[in-house]
């Protein structure tokens, strides 16, 4: 078995030929950071796919730069090898090891796994598997790394919550030095006590210390929170974005310089996970934003800026922060480009502004076809909104446009998704070169109004092949199965029971994101293992939930109220434009930060 970095990389040197793109494993990228890592923390920072997937996830790039600017700890990455490596390293003996000094992660004191979707549980297991660890929390010696786990989907992780020694709740800026700081002050402890010292902080949330009784998950031990709270940073613009993004040797899927121009969303569509576990609204100002932006790409040379937040065009200085990057812009020939767009948000000359260098397509998101269905999932737009944006939006010179759809709401009917369609006919009637159209199923995640929903199966999706086929003569309709979809929504609301089905899963393969690797029938045989109908829903308020106990800070009360006002077709009001009682200002003392 391979155990030294040097056995790495002579394994390294003799086999990359023979793997798909190799510049995948061989690290020392520009601005990737190197320290004498004697006598600090050796942290490993993981996402759990592969390098050109992990390399494009922003939330990694934050703790990279704030482990690193720590002078007690040396944050290095990892990303899941691809499957003809992982085959190789087996084959030769070799375990997981780091893209900056070549050390097995079995060496290093922590591993951090950041997670953005259910599907890629399989990949954790596979990850812990190839590092040498144990793949539960209970089978950990003390000199094993220790394991944590952090990103959204967390607020709901009980079914992968065993893989990991520590889960953290909330944003990174907040806590994450100061829980490494502790790792670092416990090392010689027994594995139980170190962990119960990170209790100390907001938003640790230790597996090991909890059971499940019945859906619910509770505390085995009195000194374990019955609520663990999210951490949540209450000024964006008290902490500087990373501004030396390390440059992929692989073009990564999103391979360009990143700014977050805010954090949270005040929209309150119920669908939507993210608009409630990130609130409150928290703006980066413009000067801020602009000089960050100099930085960033006179330290990478890109030429291209993506504006992150769940909504970019609703940053109260969106027109100023474009004027204000245009002559950088023009000078450097960058492209400034923003994620999918409200049609009530959208701005012609913030648009034109924006696409000024290099005009790309825009993608809109009505998501539901019918009146009836935008009003009762909250999204305030009106058939009149999407047609005369679309006109303005051809008008100013755009000739491809992408609409995002979702269906399988409680209460649809055929009437609802057929409407997809004649808004796709009369859109397409304005002119456009090319428009495109999503359709994806709902899923009904937890902490969202949704939560109380039932979840479709995938032949739901049938019928909506069936509605939506004719309609496309008038654009190009990608409809899913459905089954990823139904995959994912059990996986988000299970419990630990789900624990040993992704175990048997991940031996039976992973990358389940990848459609080529996606084998639903094989989640199928396993799921009959237990009762799925306790995941499907629908529910009732009175229902106990195996999320209950990580608090995203909105009151379950108002997400049962905003469930019966989807049911009522009645709005709920934009909280910039005054309070909606969500729960989470009032109980973690905090504010919508908006840059007047």
């Given at each position: 078995?391979?155990?030294?970095?040097?056995?790495?990389?002579?394994f390294?040197?003799?086999?990359?030929?023979?793997?798909?793109?190799?510049g995948?494993?061989?690290?020392?990228?520009y601005?990737?950071?190197?320290?004498?890592?004697?006598?600090?923390?050796?942290?490993?920072?993981?996402?759990p796919?592969v390098?050109e997937?992990?390399?494009?996830?922003?939330?990694?790039?934050?703790?990279?730069?704030l482990?690193?600017?720590?002078d007690?700890?040396y944050?290095?990455?990892?990303?899941?090898?691809?499957?003809?490596?992982?085959?190789?390293?087996e084959?030769?003996?070799?375990?997981?090891?780091?893209?900056?000094?070549?050390?097995?992660?079995y060496?290093?004191?922590?591993l951090?796994?950041?997670?953005?979707y259910?599907?890629?549980?399989?990949?954790?297991?596979?990850l812990?598997?190839?590092?040498?660890?144990?793949?539960?929390?209970?089978?950990?010696?003390?000199d094993?790394?220790?394991?944590?786990?952090?990103?959204?989907?967390?607020?709901?992780?009980?079914?992968?919550?065993?893989?990991?020694?520590?889960?953290?709740?909330?944003?990174g800026?907040?806590?994450?030095?100061?829980?490494?700081?502790?790792?670092?002050?416990?090392?010689?402890?027994?594995r139980?006590?170190?962990?119960?010292?990170?209790l100390?902080?907001?938003?640790?949330?230790?597996?090991?210390?909890?059971?499940?009784?019945?859906?619910?998950?509770?505390?085995?031990?009195?000194f374990?929170?019955?609520?663990v709270?999210?951490?949540?940073?209450?000024?964006?613009?008290?902490?500087?974005?990373?501004?030396?993004?390390?440059?992929?040797?692989?073009?990564?899927?999103?391979?360009?310089?990143?700014?977050e121009?805010?954090?949270?969303?005040?929209?309150?569509?119920?669908?939507?996970?993210?608009?409630?576990?990130?609130?409150?609204?928290r703006?980066?100002?413009?000067d801020?934003?602009?000089?960050?932006?100099?930085?960033?790409?006179?330290n990478?040379?890109?030429?291209?800026?993506?504006?992150?937040?769940?909504?970019?065009?609703?940053?109260?200085?969106?027109?100023?922060?474009?004027e204000?990057?245009?002559?950088?812009?023009?000078?450097?020939m960058l492209?400034?480009?923003?994620?999918?767009?409200?049609?009530?948000?959208?701005?012609?000359k913030?648009?034109s502004?924006?696409?000024?260098?290099?005009k790309?397509?825009?993608t809109?998101?009505?998501?539901?076809?019918?009146?009836?269905?935008?009003?009762?999932?909250?999204k305030?737009?009106t058939?009149e909104d999407?047609?005369?944006t679309?006109?303005?939006?051809?008008?100013?010179?755009?000739q491809?446009?992408?609409?995002?759809?979702?269906?399988?709401?409680?209460?649809?009917?055929?009437e609802?998704?057929r409407?997809?369609?004649?808004?796709?006919?009369?859109?397409?009637?304005?002119?456009?070169?090319?428009?495109?159209?999503?359709?994806?199923?709902?899923?009904?995640?937890?902490?969202?109004?949704?939560?109380?929903?039932?979840?479709?199966?995938?032949?739901?999706?049938q019928?909506?092949?069936?509605?939506?086929g004719?309609?496309r003569?008038?654009?190009?309709?990608?409809?899913?199965d459905?089954?990823k979809?139904?995959?994912e929504?059990?996986?988000?609301?299970g419990?630990?029971?789900?624990?040993?089905?992704?175990?048997?899963?991940?031996?039976?393969?992973y990358?389940?994101?990848?459609?080529?690797?996606?084998?639903?029938e094989?989640?199928?045989?396993l799921?009959?293992e237990?009762?799925?109908?306790s995941?499907?829903?629908?529910y009732?308020?009175?229902?106990?939930?195996?999320?209950?106990?990580?608090?995203?800070?909105?009151?379950k009360?108002?997400?049962?109220q905003?469930?019966?006002?989807?049911?009522?077709?009645?709005?709920?009001?934009?909280?910039?434009n005054?309070?909606?009682?969500?729960?989470?200002?009032?109980?973690?003392?905090?504010?919508?930060?908006?840059?007047?």
């Amino acid at each position: 078995m391979v155990n030294s970095r040097n056995d790495i990389l002579k394994f390294l040197s003799e086999h990359l030929n023979t793997v798909s793109k190799p510049g995948r494993y061989i690290g020392g990228e520009y601005n990737s950071v190197l320290k004498d890592g004697k006598d600090l923390l050796r942290v490993a920072l993981a996402f759990p796919d592969v390098y050109e997937v992990g390399m494009s996830h922003y939330g990694l790039d934050i703790l990279y730069w704030l482990a690193n600017e720590l002078d007690y700890a040396y944050a290095e990455r990892t990303f899941l090898p691809w499957p003809d490596m992982v085959q190789l390293m087996e084959d030769k003996g070799v375990p997981l090891f780091t893209l900056e000094t070549k050390t097995p992660i079995y060496e290093m004191d922590v591993l951090g796994i950041s997670i953005e979707y259910e599907l890629s549980y399989t990949n954790v297991l596979k990850l812990l598997e190839l590092s040498k660890i144990p793949i539960s929390c209970y089978d950990r010696d003390d000199d094993v790394p220790i394991v944590i786990g952090g990103g959204p989907v967390m607020y709901s992780c009980e079914p992968i919550a065993e893989a990991f020694d520590v889960i953290y709740l909330g944003d990174g800026e907040v806590n994450f030095g100061n829980m490494l700081k502790i790792i670092k002050e416990t090392k010689g402890m027994r594995r139980e006590e170190r962990l119960k010292e990170l209790l100390k902080l907001d938003g640790m949330y230790v597996p090991m210390f909890y059971q499940q009784q019945g859906k619910k998950i509770v505390p085995k031990y009195d000194f374990a929170p019955a609520l663990v709270r999210r951490n949540i940073l209450t000024d964006l613009n008290s902490v500087k974005p990373p501004s030396r993004k390390i440059i992929p040797h692989v073009e990564s899927i999103h391979d360009r310089a990143v700014i977050e121009i805010s954090r949270g969303c005040t929209r309150g569509c119920r669908f939507c996970s993210a608009g409630y576990i990130y609130r409150p609204v928290r703006e980066r100002s413009a000067d801020n934003i602009v000089s960050a932006v100099n930085e960033m790409i006179s330290n990478t040379g890109y030429e291209e800026l993506s504006l992150l937040s769940l909504s970019s065009l609703d940053h109260s200085q969106i027109g100023e922060i474009v004027e204000k990057l245009l002559p950088y812009a023009r000078d450097h020939m960058l492209s400034i480009s923003i994620p999918s767009t409200r049609v009530d948000a959208f701005n012609v000359k913030v648009a034109s502004n924006i696409a000024e260098v290099r005009k790309t397509g825009l993608t809109f998101a009505p998501e539901a076809g019918s009146q009836k269905m935008r009003d009762a999932i909250n999204k305030q737009i009106t058939h009149e909104d999407i047609i005369n944006t679309a006109k303005k939006v051809k008008s100013a010179g755009w000739q491809r446009l992408k609409l995002y759809f979702m269906v399988g709401f409680p209460d649809e009917t055929e009437e609802d998704i057929r409407q997809i369609g004649e808004l796709i006919k009369e859109v397409k009637k304005v002119g456009f070169f090319d428009l495109t159209a999503s359709v994806n199923m709902l899923i009904p995640k937890p902490h969202s109004a949704f939560q109380f929903a039932q979840l479709q199966p995938p032949e739901y999706m049938q019928t909506v092949r069936k509605i939506l086929g004719p309609y496309r003569n008038f654009a190009k309709i990608d409809i899913s199965d459905g089954k990823k979809s139904f995959i994912e929504g059990i996986l988000s609301r299970g419990d630990r029971k789900l624990f040993s089905v992704i175990e048997k899963a991940y031996k039976m393969g992973y990358y389940d994101e990848w459609g080529e690797y996606f084998s639903y029938e094989k989640w199928e045989n396993l799921f009959s293992e237990v009762d799925l109908s306790s995941y499907i829903g629908p529910y009732e308020f009175d229902d106990d939930f195996p999320w209950s106990h990580l608090d995203s800070g909105v009151d379950k009360t108002f997400l049962w109220q905003e469930f019966q006002n989807f049911k009522s077709g009645i709005a709920t009001q934009d909280c910039r434009n005054g309070c909606t009682l969500c729960g989470v200002c009032i109980s973690y003392g905090v504010a919508n930060v908006i840059i007047d």
